[in-house]
DNA sequence: GCGACAG
DNA sequence: ATCTTGTCGC
């Protein structure tokens, strides 16, 4: 991968970048469907060599009820974009959506490793891929990025507000006692308590959702075959 | 100018 | 994200 850092080449890899946020920001809907609207959801996530030449890219589709596997599809690629905070969705993007491309059933809804409207730029991972693929998306971060918060109770489903110049744009989440909380915000066609909900649908033993938990194994799966079969 | 900074 | 050793706990 290109890495000249300061190179006016990649300065403008990145000018590019934000100014697409700016382009598809518009096409997303902030509201759409509600939980019970659920009913198979998948999870996506993925893993980079420890060289960042590759990156593996994995979708789980669960039963949202049973939380059983019904679906899972992956791609791996040479990575071509720089992990730049607020721009993660082009170092990702690629190799989730040839992941999903290759998936053999039609989610409700989508949970991604990241953020979605609690962006910078309010335009994050989660609303990349909702407006790319037109799919219902949400973001559940393990990391604070940007806004303000006071920690959330101790128990299971407490929560706070996540804001950003006195907007609300997530919420910090407690899914297990005894764990740090997760931070959830909207992508596409879903608002933030529907969110919230679907995150907690998808807690029950851990800190992160089953679907993460499952693709982010399968990522990391599919690129230690990849490296190990050449 | 300096620090912070999803994965 | 990945690297990286042991350690505390269910």
Redesign the pocket.
């Known amino acids: 991968m290109p890495t000249a850092d300061s190179a006016p080449q990649a300065d403008s890899a990145l000018k590019k970048a934000m100014a697409e946020q700016e382009r598809l920001r518009p096409l997303v809907l902030p509201q759409g469907i509600t939980a019970r609207d659920v009913h198979l959801v998948a999870g996506v ?4 060599a ?1 060289d960042e030449s590759i990156v593996a890219g994995a979708v789980v589709v669960l039963d949202a009820h049973t939380r059983h596997i019904v679906d899972s599809a992956s791609a791996s690629r040479p990575v071509d974009f720089p ?1 730049v ?5 082009f170092r990702e993007l690629p190799a989730l959506l040839d992941a999903l491309a290759a998936l053999h059933t039609r989610p409700d809804a989508v949970a991604c ?3 979605g409207t609690a ?1 910078p730029r309010r335009f ?2 989660a609303c990349h891929l909702g407006v790319v693929t037109d799919l219902p998306t949400f ?1 559940v ?5 940007i806004g303000e918060y006071e920690q959330p109770g101790p128990q299971r489903g407490d929560r706070s507000q996540l804001t950003d110049h006195g907007e609300t744009i997530g919420h910090v989440l407690r899914t297990r006692p005894g764990t740090r909380p997760v931070f959830v915000s909207t992508g596409h066609r879903i608002d933030l308590d529907t969110a919230t909900q679907l995150t907690l649908a998808l807690t029950a033993d851990h800190r992160l959702p089953e679907t993460t938990r499952h693709a982010d194994r399968l990522s ?1 799966q599919v ?1 230690a075959d990849r490296l190990g079969h050449g």
């Not at 996530?45 to 980079?48: C, E, G, K, Q």
């Not at 971060?141 to 990025?145: C, E, L, M």
């Open positions: 996530d993925v893993a980079y420890k992990y905070p607020g721009l993660l969705a490793d990241g953020y962006h994050g991972l973001g971060a393990k990391t604070a990025f990391r690129l």
